[in-house]
């Protein structure tokens, strides 16, 4: 198992890979690997878009003590692999579909660093009580406004050396408009609330009409 060079993803035969902390226990019926008394869980790019970011080139890291606000947190596959990375931060885990939010507590319930919040994003003041700071936002949201939930959190609680990653859907946002523009207009937005875009990665072929965008203070 070869380590790439975000720390705690692994890589073999072109396949992302993540150490389950948890010997034995799937989450989304991936394959694991069973190399010199690890257990390595298979990040499939076809079942996670930040599996697909990485796939794709972007460049980022997540450090085993990061703290991470999610946004969109639905059953748990991502967050499930962000929990393996950073095995000594906290995951918030922010969700609001009961059906996604009963799935997300049973993982839960198998990791002590995912923090599950049944809440609505638009409004982070509601949760205020339960994030701290954090040194990544994630946004994984299929709304029309899921730039404005992604500006308002990143304004409420990310630190001022962390980064957010947004995953814009862009038949979600304006069915009318290329997605290429779609995603200009994001980033436009995003800079017009003094972000600076990092990076802008295609999600194709693995999701149709997606692009990752990260961004800083």
């Not at 923090?115 to 029309?144: K, L, N, T």
């Amino acid at each position: 198992m070869k380590k790439t060079y975000i720390p705690g993803v692994f890589k073999d035969k072109n396949q992302f890979f993540t150490i389950n902390p948890v010997k034995g226990f799937k989450v989304y019926n991936e394959k694991i690997v069973k190399k010199n008394g690890k257990e390595y869980r298979s990040w499939n790019p076809y079942r996670s878009k930040l599996a697909t970011a990485l796939q794709n080139g972007m460049n980022f890291e997540i450090q085993h003590d990061t703290n991470v606000l999610y946004l969109g947190a639905a059953t748990g596959t991502t967050v499930s692999h962000i929990s393996d990375i950073a095995e000594n931060g906290v995951v918030y885990a922010v969700e609001n579909a009961p059906v996604a939010m009963k799935k997300l507590l049973t993982l839960c319930k198998e990791r002590n660093n995912i923090i599950p919040i049944f809440e609505d994003a638009f409004h982070p003041d509601r949760y205020s009580m339960i994030v701290s700071c954090v040194d990544i936002v994630y946004q994984d949201i299929s709304q029309r406004n899921q730039s404005d939930i992604f500006i308002k959190n990143i304004n409420r609680y990310l630190k001022k050396d962390g980064f957010g990653l947004i995953m814009v859907k862009a038949r979600s946002v304006d069915v009318s408009l290329k997605p290429k523009k779609v995603y200009e207009n994001v980033c436009e937005e995003l800079e017009k609330n003094d972000l600076k875009v990092i990076d802008v990665v295609d999600l194709s072929p693995f999701e149709k009409d997606h692009a990752a965008i990260l961004s800083s203070f």
